[in-house]
């Protein structure tokens, strides 16, 4: 399904292409905007911070991969040698031509500080779920394909699969059970991972988010 988003000052998450480093570091020296400044006072490049790369939005490169059924050296090529023993290349077993990196952005799209920022339009059946969306992923996806190799995981604890993967504009959106994987502050580290190809083998697209980092007003926001 496609859905349109809204147009509004505090929906472009393009604007983080006016952010300065310059303007970065006066951000950060003054401390976290988002728990010091009510949300309707949030200027533009903060709201763009917010929506590209703060605790809630994680830069990524996705790796897209041509073909992955064909892992083995092909007739007539050589594998190279070390020790006695084939191994990959520099980009491992899949030739370097069928791997092609481009930027995404991850943001956790279900945590209050992005909802109140960017008003972010969630079909009604994430409702109860984290809601996690990839922005910027080239090509035509196939929403069975991500949501089969779409997990949700916390060291020491169950992966959890995608319920539901939908498309917003361009835009992916995964949601995940907050029942089956209940996080806390005092856990270290969040994986979303999305893997790809025919044995879900391959990385598409993977980004850590930190729980103690994603407080806002002394709560954790997920």
Request: net charge neutral; charged share 20%; aromatic share 6%.
């Amino acid at each position: 399904m496609v859905l349109m988003d809204t147009l509004t000052r505090r929906n472009l998450l393009g604007l983080g292409v006016f952010l300065t480093p310059g303007l970065l570091s006066s951000i950060a020296a003054a401390g976290h905007f988002w728990d010091s400044t009510p949300a309707s006072q949030w200027t533009a490049a903060e709201i763009a911070e917010l929506a590209s790369k703060s605790p809630w939005s994680k830069p990524a490169m996705a790796q897209y991969r041509a073909s992955l059924e064909n892992l083995a050296p092909q007739p007539g090529s050589e594998p190279e040698q070390g020790r006695g023993e084939a191994r990959g290349g520099p980009c491992g077993l899949v030739p370097c031509g069928q791997i092609m990196p481009g930027e995404v952005t991850v943001i956790w799209e279900s945590a209050q500080p992005i909802r109140e920022a960017l008003h972010p339009v969630i079909p009604p059946q994430f409702n109860g779920r984290y809601v996690i969306s990839i922005r910027g992923l080239e090509g035509t996806q196939v929403l069975d394909k991500l949501e089969a190799g779409a997990e949700l995981s916390v060291k020491g604890k169950p992966a959890t699969p995608a319920g539901v993967v939908a498309q917003r504009n361009n835009r992916y959106l995964f949601g995940f059970s907050k029942e089956l994987l209940p996080i806390t502050p005092g856990d270290k580290e969040v994986l979303f991972i999305v893997r790809t190809g025919p044995d879900l083998k391959g990385t598409l697209v993977r980004a850590t988010f930190t729980p103690k980092e994603m407080l806002y007003r002394g709560t954790l926001a997920m």
